[in-house]
């Protein structure tokens, strides 16, 4: 199975500052197998970003998403209040899909 | 809109069985493969597998193959998740979600509220 690691562990950030995310993938996932999800605290998963760099219905201009291959980065350019949260990477590329491990993103 | 809800927490003992449901709406329910996803306590996210609503055929993660079961009644556009034999390490918040995408390489684009299930004795 392909393994996701992100990194770092956790972002502390003031709001205005820029987010940056990195997901690394023990195999390629191509450049459109890669999806980002933002979860906070006590709600379900919501997808970001697929494809890599497309943003999903809905979401703001301020997230984007690049990469290809095995290295991939979610970039917040610029910290909202409701920004602060857990991301994680998923790869789909092959089955089982799996998870990165997560980034939190804090309040600094 | 496109929902999923999901039913209440379930408490149960090691070894009781247990279905939990994902009834989907706002789309065309027999279209789109459920997957279930697990989190465990402070954990990330785990598919666990994915179900076709429209045949109920499933294919499952490795890592679950054999300890769950997943179904659908496309009739009323409703997504199952099944144990037969529950154990302690169960205990996690369980989410369908919608999986978009391939053919055989799908993302997730709606969430259900997630169901937490917890097993004690």
């Not at chain 1, 690049?66 to 970039?75: A, N, Q």
């Not at chain 1, 602060?84 to 804090?106: D, H």
Request: hydrophobic share 30%; net charge positive.
């Amino acid at each position: 199975e392909i393994v996701l690691t992100q990194s770092p562990g956790t972002l502390s950030l003031s709001p205005g500052e820029r987010a940056t995310l990195s997901c690394r993938a023990s195999q390629s996932v191509s450049s459109i197998y890669l999806a980002w999800y933002q979860q906070k605290l006590g709600q379900a998963p919501r997808l970001l970003i697929y494809g890599a760099s497309s943003r999903a219905t809905g979401i703001p201009d301020r997230f984007s998403g690049s990469g290809s291959g095995t290295d991939f980065t979610l970039t917040i350019s610029r910290l909202e209040p409701e920004d602060f949260a857990v991301y994680y990477c998923q790869q789909y590329v092959r089955s089982p899909w799996t998870f990165g491990q997560g980034t939190k993103v804090e309040i600094k | 809109e496109v929902l999923l809800v999901q039913s209440g927490a379930e408490v149960k003992k090691p070894g009781e069985s247990l279905r939990i449901s994902c009834k989907g709406s706002g789309y065309s329910f027999t279209s789109y493969w459920i997957s279930w996803v697990r989190q465990m306590p402070g954990k990330g996210l785990e598919w666990m597998g994915r179900v076709d609503p429209s045949d109920s055929y499933a294919n499952y993660s490795p890592s679950f193959q054999g300890h769950v079961t997943m179904s659908a009644d496309k009739s009323i556009s409703t997504a199952y998740l099944q144990w037969s034999s529950l154990k302690a390490s169960d205990t996690a918040m369980y989410y369908c979600a919608r999986s978009v995408g391939g053919p055989g390489s799908y993302y997730f684009d709606s969430w259900g509220q997630g169901t937490l299930v917890t097993v004690s004795s």
